[in-house]
């Protein structure tokens, strides 16, 4: 099994939908939560970053982190064409190194 | 303007060739790591480094070497012993045990 598992997709939905990613995760010792966001034959970009259990947001994005079940999501608000990318979560712990998710390939149709 | 710095963009290879692929960055972290993605596979660490002149293995370090002499550059060699090296590498770093940030890539193609 592995400590990190996300839904590689795609996932296609019609623009201004609201878009939910998630990941689960096996080892309850990671306390640092990220999302990448990548666009094809681009390097990953820091979307969010969130430390422990709750919610964070930033604009139209919503970081949301359950420890207690091992599983955090990303929500996308009115989603644009311009969203169209792979989203990575990835974590760590103060005694591990960054695991990252496969990516789901995320398509907003016009 | 700070940022992570990687060339080339596209790199060929011969078969039996070593190649070497430049990570350079100006954001005084003191962490930088290498990365291959394939497609669907997401992101496999191959090496890293927390400290001048110290690296250390990371999942699938067969095939690579590097060096870190300075802090800002991280260079990544594909010797002749990585069978399968085609494939997208991403160099990152971070303050340790802090969020990467990483490069725009090589893309690196076996002719």
């Known amino acids: 099994q592995k400590e990190v598992e996300q839904d590689p997709g795609p996932l296609s939905v019609p623009e201004g939908a609201i878009v939910s990613l998630n990941c689960t995760y096996s080892?309850?010792?990671?306390?640092?939560f990220m999302w990448y966001r990548q666009y094809s034959r681009k390097g990953p970009e820091l979307l969010m970053y969130t430390y422990s259990s709750g919610n964070k947001e930033d604009g139209r994005f919503t970081a949301q982190v359950d420890k207690s079940s091992k599983y955090i999501s990303l929500f996308i608000r009115d989603s644009q064409p311009s969203d169209s990318a792979t989203y990575l979560c990835a974590m760590y712990s103060s005694a591990s190194k960054i695991i990252f998710g496969s990516g789901t390939r995320l398509s907003i149709r016009p | 303007d700070g940022g992570i710095t990687q060339s080339p963009k596209y790199l060929f290879r011969k078969e039996g060739q070593n190649v070497t692929l430049s990570c350079e960055q100006n954001l005084n972290h003191d962490a930088m790591y290498w990365y291959r993605q394939d497609p669907g596979q997401g992101l496999r660490l191959i090496y890293y480094?927390?400290?001048?002149?110290?690296?250390q293995k990371g999942d699938i370090a067969e095939g690579y070497s590097v060096s870190r002499e300075k802090k800002e550059s991280f260079p990544l060699t594909v010797t002749s012993a990585q069978k399968n090296p085609t494939a997208f590498y991403l160099c990152?770093?971070?303050?340790?045990?802090?969020?990467?940030?990483f490069g725009p890539g090589t893309r690196l193609t076996v002719l």
């Open positions: 080892n309850s010792a990671f306390q640092y």
């Open positions: 480094s927390q400290i001048v002149n110290d690296f």
């Open positions: 990152a770093s971070s303050m340790v045990r802090d969020e990467q940030f």
